[in-house]
């Protein structure tokens, strides 16, 4: 497994992430319409984003934890029993903490 290349990859998400929050809470700050029907709808869609930024947060917060563990020199061992985080496991999750057996 390259280190650098799960690097990058969290590096690129990590800036995706802060982006889209970035455009949610823009969103979220809008002045809300005068038409209650149309507030209504709005409402709708502002628990809808909430609940993705908070998702988001939750990914941006396992990222960061990721990339403590690049820099630590530990990323790729499980957190838990310390054995390597399978390659195939890494590249799917780029964040994961926990091997495949811990992780159950």
Known sequence: ??????E???RARRAELTAH???VEDQL???PTKDWEDRSVERQGDEVLEALGLSELNELKR?????ARV??????ECLQCGEPISDARL????DAALCKTCAV
Do not use: C, F, K, S
């Open 8 to 10: 990058q990859a969290l």
């Open 91 to 94: 590249a799917l999750l780029p």
């Open 63 to 67: 990222i960061d934890a990721a990339l």
């Open 29 to 31: 700050d809008e002045t």
């Open 71 to 76: 820099a630590a020199g530990t990323y790729g």
């Open 21 to 23: 929050l970035a455009a």
């Open 1 to 6: 497994m390259d280190i650098t290349t799960q």
